[in-house]
């Protein structure tokens, strides 16, 4: 297990990521303590209004990204510099991916329903750099023996495929499932050849003149949701701390 980890995680190469990750995560859990405390008006911490303008943390990320990027870029992967360079950015990757939906809903929807995207978003960023440092590379070809690498037609293939695979989960209303799958691959079949979800591009494509499988898909979606739902607004609440309602 120490090999393993020395081997795949902690080489030179990756130090950086890890790094970045490291900040990342707690960046953003660091930050989500500071904004449920500001939220419940305890603590010493208060919103920035310079001038009656309230200055959102995505613009001190947006700030420590471009440092932290070009840095990066100058100090390439060995080094203090790149080091400090992987602390910034993920450092501001985590400020900014906090505000998420913000930036995607051009408001303020941070306690909002709207707002959880933002943790869906970290987790999953998470999620597909911490399997990037485990040794996995994006669609697949990491599995792909010495031999087969020379072959560079089948790594065409092979990476060709596993990114169709992904497209389609995505058409099929399933980003979750198309992001993860473009890391593993098998992921991205699960999502490609399960039924589309309701208003997914592929359901009014090519679920438009088939009743039954619009049927199906709403039924397999509202029992998803019914299942799951639940399960994953607790775990948002717990991490971001619950919405208005």
């Known amino acids: 297990m120490g090999h393993w980890l020395s081997r795949n995680i902690v080489e030179p190469g990756k130090l950086p990521l890890l ?3 490291g900040a990342f995560v707690l960046t953003f859990l660091v930050t989500r303590v500071i904004t449920r405390l500001i939220r ?8 920035i209004r310079p001038g009656g303008l309230h200055v959102h943390h995505v613009v001190p990320g947006v700030v420590l990204m471009v440092v932290g990027g070009f840095g990066a870029v100058a100090e390439g992967r060995h080094g203090f510099g790149a080091a400090l360079s992987a602390v910034l ?3 501001g990757a985590g ?6 939906a913000l930036v995607l809903h051009l408001d303020d929807v941070y ?3 709207q707002g959880r995207k933002s943790v869906e978003i970290v987790v999953l960023t998470a999620a597909l750099v911490a399997l990037v440092l485990c040794g996995f590379a994006p669609f697949g070809v990491n599995e792909l023996t010495p031999d087969e ?3 560079r037609g089948l790594v065409v293939v092979n990476t060709l495929a596993n990114f169709l695979l992904a497209l389609v989960a995505l058409a099929k209303g399933k980003p979750r499932l198309a992001l993860i799958g473009a890391v593993v691959p098998l992921v991205a079949l699960v999502g490609a050849v399960r039924l589309a979800r309701p208003g997914s591009p592929w359901a009014r494509r090519f679920y438009r003149y088939r009743p039954r499988a619009r049927r199906r898909a709403r039924v397999r979606a509202y ?4 299942r799951w739902a639940a399960v994953r607004d607790r775990v948002h609440d717990l991490l971001a701390g619950a919405p208005d309602r």
């Open 223 to 226: 029992r998803h949701d019914a």
């Open 19 to 21: 790094l970045a990750l």
């Open 111 to 113: 306690w909002t329903e």
């Open 95 to 100: 400020l900014v991916l906090d505000e998420f």
């Open 149 to 151: 690498l020379q072959n």
């Open 40 to 47: 419940a008006g305890r603590g010493p911490f208060r919103n």
């Open 89 to 91: 950015f993920g450092m």
